[in-house]
């Protein structure tokens, strides 16, 4: 095999091994690793700081758990240095550089800039002065006073990239949501550039949102056209029904009235008959027998129903309703306004003023955190119960790695001082949880495994309380996610949990979906 693809697969492998060697909270190499029981590692420092235990001066509050499963850790947990890792690492990372070094794509000479006559391979670059650096000139820079303010970084062609595009000065500030540098000069340059920073965003989200309304202006025209068309035929249909049945009723008159003229003529054959005979018995003659052949008495019979064709239009138009009605029925007409209750949410989470949004907290609500009892899990439980019934509710989760939603008990009593209120009650006795790209579906702690065909936006909630039913839905598209049987033990509620916040990448909110249009009436119904 040739000696390049041999340095290639092992270049391959040995990358490979060094984002095994990162931690998961820092992204850098490990430092000090320890290993938790899970068999997840961190850095000693990470760890620390994840647990707020980095400062000795400040009581650490809440139980231990791992940032990548969540399990919940014991609280006397003695974090050990996992020596075996920490040599694979400083292995690892040492055999780095030679093994770059190795390649044989060798990389361009650049020259020092400053050298006069015999010029030097520069070892640096300055910033400063839009040069390359030979190892004296680079050692002149950092002996001379007025040099050594000068940023000197590694040796490279490409100075411009160091440089801020629009000001022309050095990139000192990192920004993470453009995931580019920005220039750093002072605490007014600082709040210069967030300001600049937040203008670009925010410029960058108006076509966004000017896209939004106008896909939502074109969804509503078209959708108001399609019920438009709808109505159209339903009212075309009711048209129709009507004149069969006022065709009906003119024909069944019609055919009445020659009924009618019918009987007449017979009952004028009778009365001729009767007054026949009168005659022949006022004879004075001797007794004769008679023989009179009166006219058949024609008999109404059944043998046409006035009813039968308007039976078969009621049955059309019962037809039509199973069809309109009973095939469309909608989850969203079902759709609960429920709200959540501050007093139940964990002393690390924050719910917003009107009670619809819930994220991990950067500052604990210092009443709540006096709490005693508090629940293991990061949850708020909402304020409705349901008993009987059935009852849909939705969740928008949008782009959340960690989130779990659910159904929890509360209290028995419903008395917020009850030892059970103040205890475990957000504990999820159902729910579907979401980490990383991956869904459990859970009942009464048997999780498994839940394969969803397309990322879920928004969860909705099915209760069925009578029928003993608990289903999962994709609230974009109504696709059935899962569904429970279950005994139900008492009220229930609907519970969430937003996770813990890791380095920001987890602190959107959850948000409970309320039907904006408030002329729509929501379903109450038990019976539903």
């Not at 760890?47 to 969540?70: A, H, Y």
């Not at 009767?274 to 007794?287: A, F, K, M, V």
């Given at each position: ?45 990470c ?24 399990i ?26 030679l093994l770059?070094g ?17 010029t ?19 050692l ?108 009906e ?24 008959a ?14 004769v ?39 469309t ?6 759709l ?18 009107d ?17 005693t ?15 009987s019934?059935s ?8 782009k ?6 659910g ?24 729910y ?91 379903s ?5």
């Open positions: 095999m040739p000696s390049h693809h041999t340095q290639t697969v092992e270049e391959s492998a040995n990358m490979d091994a060094r984002e095994e060697l990162k931690c998961p909270v820092c992204v850098e190499p490990f430092t000090d690793p320890v290993r938790l029981p899970c068999g997840h590692s961190f850095c000693r420092t760890i620390q700081v994840v647990w707020n235990m980095d400062d000795p001066k400040t009581s650490r509050e809440g139980p231990l758990f791992c940032p990548e499963c969540q919940l850790l014991p609280p006397d947990l003695e974090l050990e240095i996992n020596s075996d890792l920490q040599r694979k690492v400083q292995d690892v990372f040492a055999r780095a550089p770059e190795s390649s044989q794509m060798s990389p361009a000479i650049i020259m020092c800039d400053q050298c006069i006559g015999k030097e391979v520069a070892v640096k670059s300055c910033l400063t002065c839009d040069a390359s650096l030979c190892s004296a000139h680079t002149l820079h950092q002996q001379r006073e007025a040099l050594r303010g000068h940023s000197l970084i590694k040796v490279t062609e490409d100075l411009i990239s160091f440089k801020c595009k629009e000001h022309g000065e050095e990139l000192k500030l990192f920004c993470q949501e453009d995931q580019i540098a920005k220039v750093l000069e002072s605490n007014k340059s600082l709040l210069l550039q967030r300001r600049h920073l937040s203008e670009s965003a925010k410029q960058d989200l108006e076509p966004l949102f000017s896209e939004v309304s106008k896909n939502a202006e074109a969804y509503r025209v078209r959708i108001v056209e399609k019920y438009r068309q709808i109505k159209a035929h339903i009212e075309e249909d009711q048209k129709l029904m009507l004149a069969i049945l006022e065709t009723a003119f024909y069944t008159n019609k055919w009445l009235r020659w009924r009618s003229e019918s009987l007449e003529c017979h009952l004028k054959d009778i009365n001729a009767l007054r026949s005979s009168q005659t022949l018995l006022e004879e004075e003659n001797d007794i027998f008679l023989k009179v052949e009166l006219p058949l008495m024609s008999v109404i019979e059944h043998e046409y129903s006035i009813t039968d064709k308007m039976k078969t239009v009621e049955q059309l138009v019962d037809n039509l309703n199973k069809v309109v009605l009973q095939k029925q909608r989850l969203w007409s079902r609960r306004a429920i709200s959540l209750d501050p007093e139940s949410a964990h002393p690390e989470l924050e719910v917003s003023a009670s619809l949004e819930v994220q991990w907290s950067k500052k604990p609500t210092p009443e709540r955190k006096q709490k009892n508090i629940s293991s899990q990061y949850s708020v439980q909402a304020k409705e119960k349901f008993s019934g009852h849909y509710w939705e969740v928008a989760v949008w959340k790695p960690y989130w779990l939603i159904l929890s008990y509360g209290s028995a009593t419903g008395d917020p001082d009850s030892e059970l209120y103040n205890g475990d009650f957000n504990s999820a006795f159902c579907i949880y979401h980490g990383n790209g991956k869904y459990l579906i859970c009942q009464n702690s048997n999780e498994k495994p839940l394969v969803v065909r397309k990322k879920i936006q928004k969860l909705g909630v099915w209760i069925d309380i009578q029928k003993g039913n608990v289903s999962f839905y994709d609230g974009e598209t109504l696709a059935l996610l899962h569904s429970f049987c279950v005994e139900f033990s008492g009220p229930v509620y609907p519970i969430l949990n937003p996770c813990i916040d890791i380095n920001g990448q987890n602190s959107q909110p959850l948000a409970i979906v309320h039907l904006r249009n408030q002329n729509i009436p929501q109450t119904s038990q019976n539903d």
